[in-house]
């Protein structure tokens, strides 16, 4: 069984960049037909993609957040990581990691547990 | 604003049959799969319907997924107390350079 799980700090200053690492385990990141990606969850509000890499590091990103983002995978350690820079009160969110099955299923099939950051001073 | 709209609520009795909406564009739900997803309190994200109509291995039948032309619809039917949760429709977008897109979630009360 496949299981991810965030860690980061919980909370971040206004301008600041968030960094957030999932690790995944029960399966390797290396293996192909997959792509890691990274979702949040404003408050009060929907789910917002922010992107996805292979475990070969192609990335893509969502448009709208495209030129604040980062998303890099360390197959060494089973991880992928999320930096998000100049944040402000809106990126304020619980933050996912999600797998998404490319070959098969075609969409989402498994996630972390989430991790809530606040951005304040 | 979420680009697929969904209501924002939905109730019923335990044994009922409920159905969740998720509406769309051509861009998303016309041209592409629809995804459900079953949020609990205090769990994670959970896929319940993928490509429309398919249920993962371990999901109950009593959920059920359709999609006609820019629209798509969740069944649940014998609903239970521990469906009570939030439920998220989601597909890919093809607009600019592709994007997932989700619903705003309903969240589903059972009575």
């Known amino acids: 069984q496949v299981q991810l799980q965030e860690s980061g700090p919980g909370l971040v200053k206004p301008s600041e960049t968030l960094s957030l690492t999932c690790t995944v385990s029960g399966g390797s990141i290396s293996n192909g037909g997959y792509y890691w990606s990274w979702i949040r969850h404003h408050p009060g509000k929907g789910l917002e993609w922010i992107g996805y890499i292979s475990y070969s590091g192609s990335a893509y990103l969502n448009p709208a957040l495209r030129s604040r983002v980062i998303i890099s995978v360390d197959t060494s350690k089973n991880q992928f990581s999320l930096e998000l820079s100049s944040v402000t009160a809106a990126d304020t969110a619980v933050y996912y990691c999600?797998?998404?099955?490319?070959?098969?299923?075609?969409?989402?099939?498994?996630w972390g547990q989430g991790s809530l950051v606040t951005v304040s001073s | 604003q979420s680009v697929l709209t969904q209501p924002p609520s939905a109730s019923g009795t335990p044994g009922q049959r409920v159905a969740i909406s998720c509406s769309g564009s051509t861009s998303n739900i016309g041209s592409n799969y629809v995804y459900w997803y079953q949020h609990l309190p205090g769990t994670a994200p959970k896929l319940l319907i993928y490509?429309?109509?398919q249920r993962p291995s371990g999901v109950p039948d009593r959920f059920s997924g359709s999609k006609s032309g820019t629209s798509a619809s969740l069944a649940i039917s014998g609903l239970r107390s521990e469906d009570e949760g939030d439920y998220y429709c989601?597909?890919?977008?093809?607009?600019?350079?592709?994007?997932?897109?989700f619903g705003g979630g309903t969240k589903l009360t059972v009575l």
């Open positions: 999600a797998r998404v099955d490319s070959s098969n299923i075609g969409g989402f099939d498994y």
């Open positions: 989601a597909a890919w977008d093809n607009s600019l350079t592709g994007l997932w897109v």
């Open positions: 490509r429309n109509d």
